[in-house]
């Protein structure tokens, strides 16, 4: 989108041969998402999260990863 600013934060090389990107995105309207990007092949899917919602699943993510989900 035209009204959209991106910023690579992040990317990693998943099992299988998949993909994850996570940028920033800033709108014109001075809001501003995380957006993570999933590749699989030729699937991509994008999904934009609100701060509130990045730390939620960034929490869930620690709590998996350390087993204690």
Same mark, same amino acid.
Do not use: C, Y
């Given at each position: $989108?035209?009204?959209?600013? @991106? ?6 090389? @998943?099992?299988?041969? +998949?993909?994850? $990107?996570? +940028? &920033? !995105?800033?709108?014109? #309207?001075?809001?501003? $998402? !995380? +957006?993570? !990007?999933?590749? &699989?092949?030729?699937r991509i ?8 919602t990045?730390?939620?699943l960034?929490a869930?993510? !620690?709590s *998996?990863?350390?087993? #204690? *989900?």
């Amino acid at each position: $989108m035209a009204d959209e600013t @991106l910023k690579d934060l992040a990317e990693l090389e @998943l099992p299988f041969g +998949r993909r994850a $990107m996570i +940028r &920033e !995105v800033s709108f014109a #309207s001075g809001l501003r $998402m !995380v +957006r993570l !990007v999933l590749r &699989e092949g030729k699937r991509i899917t994008q999904v934009d999260l609100d701060e509130d919602t990045a730390r939620t699943l960034a929490a869930a993510l !620690v709590s *998996a990863a350390d087993g #204690s *989900a």
